[in-house]
């Protein structure tokens, strides 16, 4: 019988939320060899979090192949996670050949330090070689990001100081390999139409404030964001359509504002009580 295991999966490196398209295969957990198109939803340089409809045995061996880039390494699958982000099974799995590079995403060793006070992990990329990094860098780095779109800095790829810009993180799963399921919101209808275009997304990891119409608030960092909107994870109860007010806390005085959105979207986090939440301000009035 499968031992249904579940855990909250510690994680070595920052994780980043990206849908990657992959194919996992090996034999589930009842010994039968499958073969399994699907996507990861969390990813590090330890590993991931994928969804997947296979039940598999803790401790076994899986292939796992970015369907994108085609680089394809074995994973130990360590557990599943004891609350879903889609409604499916999602399962933690660890790389075995981090060095592969499988996720096209070079995560820093230093990243498993403790960052600066005032550090910011946003997802970069080389404008010469295309090789991502989820780096670490200062507010006044980041100020100069924004400003210039471009950050200047070492490339390990190209042994060279290049210009970096943000990496955009899209939903590109659907695009690669047809039929391939799109997890759906808890409670969320879905948008139809020019409304199912959604802005390109940033990984940017900037402290956020949330406060709510009552006057409950919570600090929390983003998860990605785009010109309309952000992503985020907090301990507050908020529910589709309810109307909150976001603040991107910042070093310089008087830039922080708060900003009226509406809650777009809602999933449960792993951790109880905890939920992601995308909200809109273009809806927020």
């Known amino acids: 019988m499968p031992n249904h295991s579940y855990t909250t999966l510690p994680r070595k490196s920052e994780r980043v939320l990206l849908r990657i398209p992959i194919l996992v295969e090996g034999k589930d957990a009842y010994g039968r060899a499958f073969g399994e198109t699907s996507y990861t939803l969390v990813v590090n340089r330890s590993g ?28 130990e699958v360590v557990a599943r996670t004891e609350r879903s982000l889609t409604g499916t099974a999602e399962w933690g799995v660890k790389c075995l050949q981090p060095e592969l590079g499988i996720w096209g995403v070079h995560f820093p060793a230093t990243m498993e330090g403790t960052p600066p006070a005032n550090a910011i992990h ?18 006044q780095e980041y100020r100069e990001l924004v400003a210039e779109s471009c950050l200047p800095r070492p490339c390990p790829q190209c042994s060279a100081t290049r210009n970096w810009q943000c990496a955009f993180i899209e939903s590109e799963a659907d695009d690669l ?56 994870a907090c301990n507050l109860e908020m529910q589709i359509g309810d109307k909150v007010y976001v603040t991107v806390r910042t070093d310089t005085p008087g830039e922080e504002r708060d900003v009226p959105a509406r809650v777009m979207w809602r999933r449960p986090a792993k951790e109880k009580g905890r939920a992601y939440y995308g909200v809109s301000m273009k809806a927020g009035g």
């Open 122 to 139: 946003v997802l970069l990329e080389c404008r010469v070689c295309f090789s991502r990094e989820m780096a670490v860098i200062t507010t």
């Open 48 to 75: 991931g979090l994928i969804m997947l409809s296979h039940t598999l045995e803790p401790g076994s061996i899986i292939k796992i192949t970015n369907l994108k880039t085609h680089v394809f390494c074995s994973f």
């Open 177 to 232: 390999v047809p039929g391939l399921p799109t997890p759906s919101a808890s409670g969320a209808t879905p948008r139809r139409g020019a409304d199912n275009r959604r802005d390109k997304r940033l990984a940017v990891k900037l402290p956020l404030g949330v406060r709510l119409p009552n006057g409950a608030e919570e600090t929390s960092t983003t998860e990605n964001i785009s010109k309309s909107g952000l992503c985020f």
